[in-house]
């Protein structure tokens, strides 16, 4: 099986590096095969960016995201650029304090208030762990523990702790997200 993921925000907020986390945490400390792409404008913060990661189980012949299976929208322009170039059942993420956009009722989106949750611990950067954390909760791309790993290899040095609470944080809130949509529709 192969998945697409997509992650689109601005430079800065970890979209990068979100996307080698993830192919990490596949690849890894996990048992599939991952290549991780991205794209950035000339500048290094505030320009828009990508990264993409296709996750398989056999080898990947062609690395290229062509129609995701996931995306992480974390800025309102990310939002305008991919937010139409998604499969019809994608699930897709939005930090609904960067996107102010709503979405229509036939989108599997899951608001993810990151920018928020992470500014209450102390450290706006790190949204993108927090995004992380409930993209692995709702989709179960990767084990909690794979995703734990990962984290842990590529933070800063004494940051180690910090970025677990926001990985925490991450996961259960995907968790009641998860609940949230089940009573609904069932």
Do not use: W
């Not at 192969?2 to 996990?30: D, H, K, N, P, W």
């Not at 095969?33 to 990264?51: D, I, K």
């Not at 304090?97 to 599997?108: G, L, P, Q």
Request: charged share 30%; glycine share 10%.
């Amino acid at each position: 099986m192969r998945t697409e993921i997509r992650f689109a925000g601005f430079g800065g907020q970890g979209i990068i590096r979100s996307g080698l986390i993830l192919s990490m945490a596949a690849c890894i400390y996990g048992d599939k095969n991952a290549v991780q792409t991205q794209s950035y404008g000339p500048e290094s913060r505030g320009g828009s960016c990508r990264s993409e990661v296709v996750i398989a189980d056999d080898e990947i012949d062609y690395p290229k995201v062509d129609d995701p299976d996931i995306v992480v929208l974390m800025s309102e322009e990310a939002h305008r650029k991919y937010m139409g170039l998604t499969k019809k059942g994608a699930v897709i993420l939005v930090d609904p304090d960067m996107v102010t956009a709503r979405e229509n009722s036939e989108k599997n989106v899951y608001p993810v208030p990151a920018s928020k949750i992470a500014k209450e611990l102390g450290k706006a950067i790190i949204a993108n762990v927090v995004m992380l954390g409930a993209l692995t909760s709702i989709t179960r791309i990767v084990t909690d523990e794979a995703m734990k790993k990962a984290v842990l290899r590529n933070v800063p040095k004494g940051t180690e702790e910090l970025n677990l609470k926001a990985l925490r944080k991450g996961f259960d809130y995907g968790k009641l997200l998860l609940k949230g949509r089940h009573r609904k529709e069932g």
